[in-house]
């Protein structure tokens, strides 16, 4: 996870972790690096930072107000469309960390030593 903690520190100073359940260790990472963070979930609990409720496959558009990427670190790969359609419709860059094993059809990038799938801002 360290590369994808460094690779967003570097390239974004606002972003929105999606889904991001009870495993706040990026979102902190980023938070602790100076970066503005918000977390959202569909079943939100404070896990060291707030977490808003949101259902990304009917997303609150003002959740992400102001976010220049989104991230999602393990999503259901059925949930990824909604992903792609969010970050779209904000003509923001979404990034995802799946699981090991699952293949995901983005630009695979691979930043010290963590690989991740970016879709960049389609505008």
Do not use: H
């Not at 569909?42 to 990427?69: K, M, T, W």
């Amino acid at each position: 996870m360290e590369g994808l903690i460094e690779y967003l520190s570097c390239n974004y100073k606002q972003v929105v972790e999606v889904g991001i359940g009870l495993y706040p260790k990026v979102a902190l990472a980023l938070q602790a690096r100076g970066l503005r963070v918000g977390a959202t979930d569909i079943q939100p609990e404070f896990v060291g930072l707030p977490v808003e409720f949101d259902d990304i496959r009917s997303p609150r558009l003002d959740l992400y107000e102001g976010a220049q990427a989104i991230y999602a670190v393990r999503p259901p790969l059925e949930l990824l469309p909604s992903l792609k359609g969010l970050a779209n419709k904000l003509a923001i860059d979404l990034i995802v960390k799946p699981l090991a094993d699952e293949p995901v059809d983005g630009l695979l990038i691979n930043y010290g030593g963590s690989y991740f799938y970016l879709f960049p801002t389609q505008i």
